[in-house]
């Protein structure tokens, strides 16, 4: 039971101490927005190369079979 309650407490104030808001001291500068269009702009070039990798395999998937007998 003490266990319980010394978590419980602990998860309180690590909870309180993350969500007490600090001021940021940070800078900005332009290169940064580019740099973020350009992470994003990157993974969604990545997932459409990888989505056209693996197209022809989810087709083949989906596609019905052709049984063996049916060719004899």
Avoid: E
Avoid at 10 to 17: D, E, K, P, S
Avoid at 44 to 50: E, K, Q, S, T
Wanted: aromatic letters at 6%; a positive charge.
């Amino acid at each position: 039971m003490k266990r319980a309650v010394i978590a419980g407490l602990a998860c309180c104030t690590i909870a309180a101490a993350l969500g007490t808001p600090s001021p940021a001291l940070a800078y900005l500068d332009p290169a940064s927005g580019s740099m973020l269009l350009q992470l994003l702009l990157g993974g969604i070039a990545g997932i459409a190369v990888a989505a056209r990798l693996f197209w022809r395999r989810f087709v083949g998937f989906l596609a019905p079979r052709k049984s063996d007998d049916a060719d004899r």
